[in-house]
């Protein structure tokens, strides 16, 4: 099966969030095709201030997708922005999968579609991303979380974790090994335990 990957961008989004999963994605071009997305599909600058040309999102029935929602300092405007939540819970609930980076999980939960669900976030950020969502069920230790259709990961690098996490759900393990190998990183293979939930003193 194929994916369209919607990676939804906003100013001041993270730029570790979006292109360590996108190193991965990338190296199964024909499974998963990168679409860049933003509100009005113009270009969208980083917290880094790495310039991303983004598309217009166009709903196409006959395609599988994965919606993608990376963090960033962004995200503290952003949960205010109804015309982006609105956008982000209309494209994630024609998903195949959803997926969450960092306080990427903080914009997710207020569409509403993490009630009841298990999630995760960063740890250093952890109290004000689950301000966000007072019916989430948070999940304080984990590097990432997977409920159901929906994977949220911890800080940043977190991102290159569960997205490999995905890849070994979806594809076996081997599959997620082979890759992390490829881009020569140490993947963390276990998904309860997050080092900087201790440093952060939520373990």
Do not use: H
Not at 22 to 39: A, H, Q, R, T
Not at 96 to 102: D, Q
Not at 133 to 150: A, E, H
Not at 153 to 179: H, N, P, Q, R, W
Request: with cysteine; charged share 25%.
């Amino acid at each position: 099966m194929k994916y369209v990957v919607n990676i939804i961008l906003f100013e001041e989004f993270e730029t570790l969030d979006v292109f360590g999963p996108v190193e991965i994605f990338g190296c199964l071009p024909d499974i998963f095709k990168l679409n860049f997305i933003s509100l009005n599909g113009k270009t969208v600058s980083s917290t880094q201030n790495v310039k991303v040309e983004t598309n217009k999102y166009e709903k196409k029935n006959d395609e599988n997708t994965i919606t993608f929602i990376p963090g960033g300092m962004g995200t503290r405007e952003k949960i205010n922005d109804k015309n982006l939540i609105n956008f982000i819970q209309n494209i994630a609930v024609e998903s195949e999968y959803i997926m969450s980076v960092c306080t990427g999980s903080a914009l997710l939960a207020k569409t509403g579609l993490l009630d009841g669900k298990k999630a995760t976030t960063n740890k250093r950020a952890f109290d004000w991303v689950a301000a966000q969502g007072k019916d989430v069920l948070w999940v304080r230790k984990s590097r990432w979380v997977n409920d159901g259709n929906i994977f949220t990961s911890s800080g940043v690098s977190a991102g290159i974790d569960m997205t490999l996490g995905f890849i070994s759900e979806l594809l076996g393990k081997e599959k997620a090994k082979e890759i992390s190998n490829k881009i020569e990183y140490k993947w963390n293979e276990d998904k309860e335990w997050d080092p900087f939930a201790e440093l952060y003193g939520l373990a």
